[in-house]
Every structure is written in structure tokens, then in C-alpha cells.
């Protein structure tokens, strides 16, 4: 009988070695005679048990990790294909506390199917939602993502029912479905595990929008930076087409969807959706002036539903399970789930998709276990690079665009990036500005000058020169910035300054 | 960041064009991408992916192939980091700098590997070997510092580990 193998393909993984691990097992197979059939998964998104090798029981996977090539023979003498003990045994993967305790919704088959299988994807419950949506009226299929209380995971948290309601109710002969996979944000690999691990579910995602505003062309635009998320997501496009989920007759509907892979080309600014636009359209990725709305005149000019990976990822099952079923998780006015990533220095790294509501605390303890080094943790930079940094105080803040939005924070798009007690604050303050510098777009002074000058003015500050009148000036240029600058890039960078100013000054060798 | 050295070089006046390897990877990238919509960029990957770099002197070509003006084009390439001028050494490591892996120790990597190689972002050791670029986050958060090595990702990298690395880029021939 021939056991099967799990090793995941994830870049994440392949960082630390999957690559040499799932080789080693198959020449060590091989040389014991041993059948074995391996499959190469996703990641579960329990990174510092990475690389996680898995093995199919009667009772469920049973997981092994971190695997290192060279503890391959001794699994093997351990019988791990039969689930023997040894000492990298973690049990049931399903059984593991941090995987556990989430609610997987939208990544709930991340890491456990093979990405680019589509039998696999249909196995686990792939193609659900959109079955159910192509019995719908499109203004039906608007209102359940309306009624799901779906905001976007981008990071803007808009609710993404009104962007499909205000594009949808535009007559015109073309329209788009554009998906922003430009995560630039420090912190956050939640889109690229997706594109990675679960593509299927995003091109899911986007025919259904595609269908609920009537639009027949697609495109996805990813960073540069992840050129393996790009080449799986390319082959995946490539099989939907081939097996007719994508083209001129979707799915046997008689509807036309075309969907087109785009790379980025190294420019934070293009995680904006307007400058994202303006890139796809070949252009400097300059941010536009808003009105109009890209869901009224967006992509060349077209109505054009523009949303993040997770928000489009997460659609399959609101229309699978309904809206209800999604929105009686989380609290507030944030419904559904988030996946969250812990990042930076933490003891336990990865993916936690949770309903909104627990604490930052419980992320950060029960979740993350501390910090890697086992040092306190002094700050936690939430929402990537124009996030706020957060003191221990304020550690009980539930996870939940309100409560965040009262902390003086964001959660953007769920990077949570943890720094322990060596931390500089008055050098992450700087490198803040320094980032909005390097990556402005230029089209407006506050943020292009502004980034600049705030450099200059924190290097006088930690210089010991005029420090409190500097503060004063550096307080103020912040308050031009966030008011007048066009784009959340200027208008948002001065929040990881103004926090470290506020909560840690001593950093800057200001009294407390 | 010196972003002044990666933008691309004026096109000097007694303008020599491109060379013909230059000539025929512009060429088939024109005509590859010139009926996609919104092609330039598309166009400029195609070239870099060939060539390494996309060369100034091929700014009028592109810009005649997709009737487009010259500024327009030298705009696009300038705008984004990902295009370099200039051919790069062998190898490229891009080392992030972004905010987890500073909470990991990448301002000690990225001192060490500057040190090492005795150049700045952006620049290409003596031996022709590596290309040193900055990146602002890999996506690879939860096991940082990262680093992309032509393209492939690596994770929880130390400063001997990255040493070894670029002495090993360094030795190949």
C-alpha cells in the first residue's frame, strides 16, 4: 500500500529547505524500497514549523517539522510513514493547538490540498460558491456579499457589497474585475499564501464578482517580489481555462470571463488602487484624484470592481454557506474572519485566521508565544508600514477595524510585527519616513517633500539638536501629511512617527 | 536609499543605439506585447527577464513600437525599482529591509553584506559576480530576515550564512 506524503511548495517553506527535504525523502524511499506517493501541498501557515511533512493516516495527517534533509533517514528508521514516534512528532497537524484554535474559512484549505490540483480543489469543496451563484440573479449575488458584511482585507475595510453595488448599477459594454495582489506590506504574506496555495479560490473569487457586476475581463496584479506566487498563479489561469471555468463559456453558463496575470514592477505605491490602475495601464503608478470611483470609471477608463486577494478569496464562501453563515462570526461592524500574520520577532510565526474580536494579547501570547529571542516585547507594529506601533498598554485592544480606529491604529491588512526590548523607536520612526520617501509617487508635496524633511528633522531630534522645538516641527509636518496628502502613502506614514513619539520619547531623548 | 544610481543614464547625445543583442530582445519583446493592453509593462519585463537590464539606448525603439512618446517610456522605467539600466553581476541578492526583518537583525545582515562585497545597494561587486538591491518585503515575514537569491527566496538567514552564500556566488566562475 502506498502512503501518502505531504511536503508543502510554499516559497515560505522552500526558504527554509522543503525543496532538499521532499528530494531526500523520495531517494531515501526509493533506496529502502519503499512505495510512497508525495504530494507537494501549500503551506498550513505554521511557519516556524517549517518545513511541516505530513503523512495520510486512517486517523488523519500526522505531521512532522521542522524537517531539516538530514533527519529524513531517521524518520524513516522512526517509520513515519506508519506514524512512528520521533522526536520532531507533532501528532494530528488538525490537533496542533495554534491550527486549532482559528477558524479557517477563507484558508481552509490552504496546506491541505495539492494547489494546482483541480480534482483536489473540487474535493474540498472547490467551485461551491460559484455553482450557487450562477442560480442567481447578479443583484442577488451583490446582496449576499452586502448582507456577509464583507469588508475589504486590503486594508481600507470598505465594505465591498457597495463597491460591487456602485459598479454593478453602471451600464456600460465592458467592465472589470480587477484583484490588488501588490502586498507590500511589511508583515503580511496572507495573498501570497493564497495565490501560492489556494489560487483556484481567488479565480473563484473573481468570476462570481465577475458575474454579480457584469463584468467579462480580469485581471490580477502581483508584486514582483513574489515571482513564484506569479508562476503558480499563471499556471493556475492556465488550467481554470483549460478545464473551462475561464474563457468564453464559464462553466457551461453561456458567460464569458478572461482572466490575465499581471506582474508589478517594485513599487509599494501600487498597492493603492488607483495607482494600481494606472500601472496595468502602463503608466507611472501615480495615484489618481478620487472622484471618479474606479467602480464608475476605473480600469481604461471602465467601471471596475477593485479588490484585495483575501476580500476576493473569501467570496466563495459567503455564496457557498450564505451570508448569514459568514456574518455571525466576529463583532461589531467588522464581520467574518481575518487572517492575521504574525511577524517579525515572534516565537510562533504564521497565519491565524480568527472571527474579528480577541485581543491583540491572545495573538501575540496564546498564538505567537512570545517574542523569538524570549526577550519582552516592547512594540508591536500592526498594519504594515504606515501602521502605528503599539506599547504593551495597549495590548488588550480587540481585533476589530473600530476598536483599532479608537487605539489611534489600523489594522490594515493584518501584518502584526513584533519587536522585542532592543527595539529603537526613534529609528523605526525614521525609517518610516525614510520608506514614504524612497516610495512616494510624487504627485502631491506632503507626501513627496514632507517624507523627506521628516527624516531630517528626527535625525536633528536624536542628534540632540533644538529637541523639543524639532518635536514641535516634526508633530506639525505630520499634521500636514496626514491632511494633505491624496493617498493613505502620505497621509498614513506619520502614524508609525507619531505613535513611537508618544510611547516611547525616550528613544528620541525627549522626557517622557 | 540610493535610488539615484538605478535610474537610468541620459541618453547622451551622439546617441550609438542598442547593441544587435539589445536590438533583437526589444524587437521580439515589441513584438510579443504591443496588442496587450496596457503593454509597457509587460514589454519592459520581457526585456529585462532577456537582457538583465532594459537598455536607455532602446527607450525610442519602445517608444515607437507601442506609439508611445520617449518621456513616456523613460518615465515607466524610471518610476519603478524593479528596472535596472545597467546589465547586472551574475547574481542578484536582493536583501529585505522592511520592518520584520529589522525586528530579526537585517540591519546586521545588510551591514555585512555591504562590508563583504565592498559595495553599496545597488552596485556590483569588483568580481562582476553579485548585485547588491535592496527589497521592501518578500513575503516571507514569519521566518525573516529573507533574501531573494536570483529570484529564489531564503529565510532566517544570519550574517555567516549570507557570508558563505556570497562567498560561494563569489567563487563560481
Request: proline letters at 6%; glycine letters at 10%; one cysteine or more.
Amino acid at each position: 500500500m502506498s502512503v501518502t506524503v505531504f511536503v508543502p511548495i510554499d516559497s515560505a517553506a522552500l526558504s527554509v529547505g522543503a525543496g532538499a527535504v521532499a528530494t531526500r525523502i523520495v531517494e531515501e524511499a526509493a533506496r529502502r524500497g519503499l512505495e510512497l506517493r508525495l504530494v507537494r501541498n501549500g503551506s498550513r501557515g505554521l511557519f516556524w514549523l517549517e518545513p511541516l511533512v505530513e503523512v495520510a493516516t486512517p486517523a488523519g495527517r500526522l505531521a512532522y517539522g521542522p524537517v531539516d534533509a538530514a533527519d529524513v533517514e531517521s524518520l524513516f528508521d522512526a517509520d513515519f510513514l506508519l506514524g512512528g514516534a520521533h522526536a520532531l512528532s507533532l501528532g494530528l497537524t488538525e490537533e496542533i493547538p495554534f491550527l486549532k484554535r482559528q477558524e479557517r474559512l477563507t484558508y481552509r484549505r490552504i496546506g491541505l490540498i495539492d494547489p494546482l490540483d483541480l480534482s483536489d480543489y473540487a474535493a474540498h469543496d472547490g467551485w461551491q460558491g460559484l455553482r450557487h451563484a450562477l442560480a442567481l440573479p447578479p443583484a442577488a449575488i451583490v446582496q449576499e456579499v452586502l448582507d456577509s458584511g464583507l469588508r475589504g482585507r486590503g486594508g481600507a475595510a470598505f465594505p465591498a457589497g457597495i463597491k460591487w453595488k456602485t459598479c454593478a448599477d453602471v451600464v456600460a459594454t465592458q467592465k472589470y474585475i480587477v484583484c490588488n495582489a501588490d502586498e507590500g506590506d511589511s508583515g503580511t504574506y496572507a495573498d501570497r499564501l493564497t495565490l501560492e496555495g489556494d489560487p483556484f479560490s481567488l479565480i473563484e473569487g473573481m468570476l462570481i464578482a465577475g458575474l454579480a457586476v457584469g463584468a467579462s475581463e480580469g485581471y490580477v496584479y502581483i508584486r514582483s517580489e513574489y515571482p513564484r506566487a506569479f508562476q503558480v498563479f499563471s499556471q493556475a489561469i492556465a488550467q481554470a481555462h483549460a478545464a473551462g471555468y475561464l474563457g468564453a463559456d464559464v462553466a457551461g453558463s453561456g458567460k464569458p470571463f478572461r482572466l490575465h496575470a499581471r506582474l508589478g514592477a517594485g513599487a509599494y505605491i501600487c498597492g493603492e488602487e488607483t495607482s494600481l490602475l494606472e500601472s496595468l495601464e502602463g503608466k507611472r503608478g501615480q495615484v489618481r484624484v478620487k472622484p471618479p470611483l474606479p467602480a464608475i470609471e476605473g480600469l481604461f477608463g471602465q467601471p471596475t470592481v477593485i479588490n484585495n486577494v483575501v476580500t476576493l478569496a473569501s467570496v466563495p464562501v459567503i455564496l457557498a454557506r450564505g451570508a448569514a453563515f459568514y456574518r455571525d462570526f466576529g463583532m461589531g461592524r467588522s464581520r467574518g474572519t481575518i487572517p492575521l500574520q504574525l511577524a517579525g520577532n515572534v516565537r510562533r510565526g504564521g497565519l491565524v485566521e480568527k472571527a474579528f474580536g480577541l485581543s491583540l494579547r491572545e495573538l501575540l501570547q496564546d498564538f505567537g508565544g512570545g517574542t523569538a529571542t524570549g526577550r519582552p516585547i516592547r512594540a508591536v507594529q500592526v498594519g504594515g508600514p504606515l501602521g502605528a506601533y503599539l506599547p504593551e498598554a495597549d495590548f488588550d485592544t480587540a481585533i476589530d477595524y473600530e476598536a483599532f480606529a479608537a487605539a489611534g491604529a489600523m489594522l490594515g491588512h493584518g501584518g502584526v510585527v513584533v519587536f522585542d526590548d532592543s527595539v529603537d523607536m526613534a529609528a523605526q520612526a525614521r525609517f518610516a519616513m525614510e520608506f514614504c520617501a524612497v516610495e512616494s509617487c510624487g504627485k502631491c508635496t506632503p507626501c513627496r517633500i514632507g517624507s523627506t524633511r521628516g527624516v531630517e528633522v528626527i535625525d536633528r531630534i536624536t542628534a540632540g539638536i533644538e529637541r523639543e522645538r524639532n518635536e514641535v516641527l516634526l508633530r506639525d509636518l505630520c499634521d500636514t501629511m496626514v491632511n494633505g496628502s491624496l493617498c493613505a502613502l502620505g497621509g498614513m506614514a506619520p502614524f508609525p512617527v507619531l505613535s513611537a513619539l508618544d510611547h516611547y520619547p525616550e528613544d528620541f531623548g525627549l522626557a517622557r | 536609499m540610493s535610488s539615484a544610481s538605478r535610474k537610468p543614464a541620459a541618453i547622451p547625445l551622439k546617441d550609438p543605439g542598442p547593441t544587435p543583442v539589445e536590438r533583437v530582445a526589444v524587437e521580439d519583446a515589441i513584438a510579443a506585447c504591443r496588442e496587450l493592453p496596457g503593454a509597457l509593462l509587460p514589454l519592459l519585463h520581457a526585456v529585462q527577464d532577456r537582457l538583465g537590464y532594459v537598455p536607455p539606448q532602446a527607450v525610442p525603439m519602445i517608444a515607437h513600437g507601442l506609439n508611445l512618446s520617449r518621456a513616456d517610456v523613460h518615465g515607466v522605467i524610471s518610476f519603478y525599482h524593479h528596472f535596472r539600466a545597467a546589465p547586472p553581476g551574475r547574481h542578484v541578492v536582493q536583501l529585505c529591509r522592511a520592518e520584520s526583518c529589522q525586528a530579526m537583525g537585517s540591519a546586521a545582515l545588510e551591514a555585512s553584506a555591504k562590508h563583504h562585497l565592498r559595495i553599496d545597494y545597488g552596485q556590483t561587486s569588483a568580481s562582476g559576480a553579485v548585485t547588491l538591491e535592496p527589497a521592501y518585503c518578500l513575503g516571507n515575514c514569519a521566518l525573516s530576515p529573507a533574501i531573494l537569491l536570483d529570484g529564489e527566496l531564503l529565510g532566517r538567514v544570519t550574517p555567516v550564512r549570507l557570508t558563505q552564500l556570497l562567498d560561494a556566488l563569489e567563487a563560481q566562475a
